[in-house]
């Protein structure tokens, strides 16, 4: 059984990277991925279509081409939302804190410690995610919590829709203030 190869400059990295050196809105990078990388993809399944009649199921290559075709719609989808990578980098970048800090957090005082504590950390990594300055977000919210009556507008893109240029103004106001600068 001969193994799928491709050349290596072409191929869904090669979208990736062009993705991010342009850029580009989800609209155009669906069409540029799709007329890219759709036939290769399209090529890869059939190969794992023949593949999968000659290895033995329970082999590692068997298994590996099971979980391949088991996977195939998800592995599509990001071909059709321009919002979405082929590659999971990203997340693996924002659970790393959580892998790393796993051993420092395993015993809380209380259960209730460590619900609170995963709702603080969500909150901290979609502020990341929004492009939002954590240290911000939580001393704003913080301060409207008590007078703030819709719980959306303290979610992170709430708030980064609602109050975000109020908070900047603000800071800049008093940087002004502390230079001297009029």
Known sequence: M???RRKPSIGSGRCSRSRRRRRTFPTPRVRSCGIRTRPLLEEFNAWLALAETQALPKSPLGR????AR???PALLRYLDDGRLSISNNAAERAL???ADGRKNWLFFQREG???TAAILMSLLMTAKAAGIHPGDYFKDVL???STCTDAKMLTPHGWKQHFEVEVTERRHAVLQQILGVA
Do not use: D, E, H, S
């Open 2 to 4: 001969r193994c799928w």
């Open 64 to 67: 590996a081409i099971t979980y």
């Open 96 to 98: 790393r804190p959580f």
């Open 113 to 115: 410690g460590g619900k």
């Open 70 to 72: 088991n996977q195939w």
């Open 143 to 145: 301060l409207r919590l």
